[in-house]
Each structure stands twice: as C-alpha cells, then as structure tokens.
C-alpha cells in the first residue's frame, strides 16, 4: 500500500485534518483501531458540543456525524478496526498495520498525521494507598460501559479529581439513579469547567471537596470504604481532617495523557510538560513530514478547539506535501514565561511565517483579572487582557507575523490586575 498522508486516528482531530487536506493530487487514508469512526465522541452522549465550529449545541455523536457525512463521496480511503503497530521513517514513512479483517500489511506514507487522542491515568500512576478491590476504574471507561454497553458500575460512588469526565460522569450516574457521595480534588481550584461545575455538581448538590484526595481504600473483593484527607499546601495528609464514605465504586478522573507512545521509535522531540511532541506553528515535529494535532498533541478543553486544530494539521500537511521544495528551517522558540504552564506550538518557523500564530496556552494560577504579554528581545510586542483565568480553561492568543519585531525567540508572560 503506498499513499500520500496517512492519519492515524480517526476521532475530532483526524476527521477535519481530512477534510482540510482533500486535494485531487492526494491520495488520503485515515486508520482507525475501532469498528467506527468519532472517537471518544461516540461515548460523550450529553450535549455542549458545536457551540463553536456550528454555532449549535448538538450532544458528541451527532458532532461527529457531521464530520461523518461531509467524507462521504469524497475519495479519501478508510481502514476501521486496524491498528498501527510500528511506524519507521526512511525516505518514506512505513507503517505496519493490524487488522482483524486484513491481517498484517504494510504502508508507506510520504507524511504522516498523528490523531490518536489521549489516554486517561490510572490509580498506579497516582499511587493511591491502600487494600485493591474491584470498583476503581478510570472514569472515561465508566463512561463507555454506560452509554455504550448499558452496564450501571456502581450504586454508591465517589470520584477523585475534578476532571471534566469525571463531572459529567457525575451527572450522569446521578441521572442514571446511582448515589454520588462527593468528588475530591487535589488542587485549591476545579481542574474542570466552570459550566460543568454548575452544570454537573451544583445542580446536583454534589460537594466538592478541594485541596483533598483518597488516602485509604477498603475492600475485601469489591470497594467498600474510602477514606479522603484535607492536603497542605505540599499536598502532605492534614492529620484529623480524615472523611470516610462507604461506596462500592470509585471514578477516576486524574488527568489525560497525550496517546503517542507508539512513535517513540521516530524519535520524536517530547515536551516534558504536555508529554507530546514539540511542534513548529505548522504543527510539524522534528521529524520531517511528521504532524500531531488534538489530545494526542495536548490536552484540549473543548472538542472544537480539537477540530480547528485538526484543519489546521490538515492545511499545512497538505501545503507540505503539494510543494515542491522544501526550504532549510529557521527555528525559535515560544517559551512560557511567569505564570504560564506550557504554550503550543513550542516553535516559531521563521522560514515559514506566512500566516498568524494560533498559541494555545494554560497557566498555573486562578486570576480575576489579567494580561498576557508577549515579549520579544525584552520589548513586549503584544497585550491582551483577560478575566476569570484558570488552569482548568485553554487560553489562545494570536501573533500576527507583523507583530514581531525580528526573528528572535519570543515568551509569554501572564500578570495579575488587582
């Protein structure tokens, strides 16, 4: 098999890559390791998706069936229920792929778009103390068996972190007639969305619990007891604040981690922060032809902004592979300066500067009210103003190319306004 742009994932993210790079001189494949297409959206049957890329709400199915039919009739190849088991870069890309259908194949590929979303951290990766019964489970996986398979994982649950799917997980057990005793959170601030905070734990009376966490579990076979305990500001146990509930199940909602391990062996340039690859504006890696975009790049908050990076990966894999010569790079970074936690893209391109740069940021502090400052051989260059800033919400700002004073690096600062 040989093709133009491979994308791997077939979610929010690889289907408007798709469809941003159709070209007739293109031949396209998106593989998929599930038996459809949409991803993650399958299982997100609530609503509040859209609102920015149609300007309706519409529930996560239905964003992704309009992604869905927009393929259809166009000459663009799909392969479900196919995994990639080993990716190589020669001259080419070589793909080797897995598939119940078509058993082992291979596939070259002249580039290469990463779209695998993320995956959801489990209770090892906080090492949570304690006896390991059955009844702790990511909540994403909660999810599925849910609004997928139909099986209820619980009738008394607690869920630790305030990630957005475990806010919305506990809405919908509540809905579903289970008891949601509370959701305890590590950090002084919600690591969700406001709108869910109301929507999902206000509307409910579900309490949240911050600077809090799970320090002891009990259980013989399945969950009985958790005990949560009140954190200092080092996150050490408050001896004598200790909560104990009795439950038969516990959702974790711990944090998501960019899927992109499988390309390790392209020795891909990694963010320590994001755990993804480093990228250009483009969205391009170090390794030539190499571009990931959505979860799979970092963790986004709303599925459109998912999709607009998506577009974004697709445009610029297409305006790659249909130019003819390819220009050295002229590489900076964008560093993130006070208050700011990690930016995307990572690079400036000064070679390639041809449009505005779409940063996406977070920081590392609640603010009121604050500015953004863009800085540049220690002029600030640009200035926004922002309120009600979180860790929990992406922050975006635009470089225009006519902003930069030169081809320096540049950093992004954020200052509190009292």
């Known amino acids: 098999m040989k093709t133009d742009l491979t994308i791997i994932g077939g979610g929010a993210a690889g289907l408007a890559a798709a469809l941003s790079a159709i070209d007739p001189q293109l031949n396209i494949l998106i593989i998929e390791r599930e038996p459809r297409l949409g991803g993650i959206l399958n299982q997100c049957i609530h609503n509040g998706f859209g609102l920015h890329m149609f300007q309706e709400e519409l529930t996560g199915p239905e964003y992704a069936n309009r992604f869905i039919e927009a393929l259809k009739d166009k000459h663009i190849e799909i392969l479900l229920g196919t995994t990639v088991i080993d990716i190589q870069k020669k001259t080419d890309f070589e793909i080797t792929l897995t598939s119940e259908a078509n058993g082992y ?18 209770r090892g990766a906080v090492q949570i103390p304690g006896e390991r019964p059955k009844g702790i489970m990511p909540a994403g996986s909660a999810q599925r068996y849910l609004n997928m398979e139909g099986y209820l994982v619980g009738k008394r649950v607690f869920i630790l972190g305030s990630g957005d799917i475990g806010l919305i997980m506990a809405r919908r057990m509540t809905l579903e007639g289970a008891q949601v005793l509370g959701v305890a959170e590590l950090m002084p601030y919600s690591n969700g969305l406001t709108r869910n905070i109301v929507q999902c734990l206000n509307d409910f009376d579900i309490p949240l619990y911050l600077s809090h966490t799970v320090t002891d ?30 439950v038969d199940t516990l959702l ?6 960019p899927d992109v391990g499988l390309f390790d062996s392209l020795q891909m340039k990694k963010s320590p922060i994001t755990k993804s690859a480093i990228v250009d504006q483009t969205l391009m890696t170090n390794v030539e032809g190499l571009f990931v975009c959505g979860n799979a790049l970092h963790v986004h908050d709303l599925v459109d902004w998912v999709s607009k990076e998506g577009e974004k990966a697709g445009k610029t894999a297409k305006a790659y592979l249909l130019k003819q010569k390819h220009e050295e790079k002229d590489l900076k970074s964008i560093t993130p300066g006070s208050n700011i936690r990690y930016v995307v893209p990572h690079l400036i391109d000064y070679n390639h500067l041809t449009e505005p740069i779409q940063c996406a940021f977070r920081v590392t502090k609640k603010m009121a009210q604050g500015q953004f400052k863009v800085v540049q051989n220690g002029e600030v260059i640009l200035l926004k103003k922002a309120k009600h800033i979180a860790p929990a919400e992406m922050e975006n700002l635009i470089i225009k190319p006519e902003d930069l004073k030169s081809k320096d690096p540049i950093e992004i600062h954020l200052e509190e306004i009292v």
Request: net charge negative.
């Open 105 to 122: 194949q291979h596939l070259t590929s002249k580039a290469v778009i990463i779209a695998s979303g993320c995956y959801e951290r489990t």
């Open 217 to 246: 579990i009990k259980g013989k076979d399945i969950l009985e007891q958790i005990t949560i305990q009140q954190v200092d500001d080092k996150f050490e146990p408050i001896p004598g604040t200790e909560k104990v509930f009795e």
């Open 252 to 257: 974790l909602s711990i944090g998501l981690i």
